[in-house]
């Protein structure tokens, strides 16, 4: 398996546009998480899917943050409007559930967002 | 809540010599405990992992972290340092209360093994 595949692995827009991430899960797993890293506040969840239904939303920092996964094998973050504070990395991570908890997450590459 | 703490920012070795990162716990029940290392612009990648049995736990890269209940760590361990050691690495834990999945980190600690 290729792993957790994540697009674009950069982007650079300016302030107001929108912007898509992508995610494809390993195959097979169906828990899927959407992390945010940056220097000050480290790693943070931001959401977490759980057999394609949002379980926990907790972490999406405000209205311009939305996730959707359509399907077992795919997931996008949209943030609309973009604002400078979003520069981040965003990652997203997946797993295979067995309601033990006692899997490991594979997390993809990371897209590097900068927002000007 | 459930939690994790690293409480060093950056740890610094000297190649050959052994290694420790510290991670404590906080959790309500049986704690499942994960280490992931993360190289510069890369995404992380999983160590090892603490579910039950044997308090010693042996991963990749030669890494190993003890379990120890008493005193809620978990830390990680490697006998002889390597350059290549050289990374980002977090803790964490799993939010066992729902079996959710959800996976909280610590902040991460810096390690620079110096040749």
């Known amino acids: 398996d290729a792993g957790v595949i994540q697009s674009p692995r950069h982007e650079v827009t300016e302030m107001g546009q929108e912007v898509t991430l992508r995610c494809k899960p390993i195959?097979?797993?169906?828990?899927l998480f959407w992390y945010r890293q940056t220097m000050m506040r480290g790693l943070e969840l931001l959401i977490y899917?759980?057999?394609?239904?949002?379980?926990?939303d907790s972490g999406m920092p405000e209205d311009r943050f939305s996730a959707k996964m359509p399907n077992a094998s795919f997931s996008t973050l949209k943030i609309q409007p973009s604002e400078p504070r979003d520069s981040a990395v965003y990652f997203c991570a997946s797993s295979e559930d067995r309601g033990l908890g006692n899997t490991e997450a594979f997390f993809g590459q990371g897209t590097r967002l900068t927002v000007v | 809540a459930q939690s994790v703490a690293q409480p060093e920012d950056q740890v610094n070795v000297a190649e050959g010599n052994p290694l420790t990162v510290k991670c404590t716990y906080s959790?309500?029940?049986?704690?499942?405990l994960f280490w992931y290392v993360q190289y510069p612009n890369r995404g992380l990648q999983f160590l090892l992992k603490y579910i039950t049995g044997d308090n010693l736990v042996k991963g990749s890269y030669g890494f190993e972290a003890e379990f120890n209940k008493s005193q809620t760590s978990f830390h990680l361990k490697k006998p002889s340092a390597l350059v290549s050691d050289s990374a980002l690495y977090f803790c964490?834990?799993?939010?066992?209360?729902?079996?959710?999945?959800?996976?909280?980190f610590g902040q991460g600690t810096t390690l620079q093994v110096k040749p």
């Open positions: 964490a834990v799993r939010d066992n209360k729902s079996n959710t999945g959800k996976l909280i």
């Open positions: 959790v309500s029940g049986n704690p499942y």
């Open positions: 899917f759980n057999n394609n239904v949002p379980i926990d």
């Open positions: 195959s097979g797993h169906n828990s």
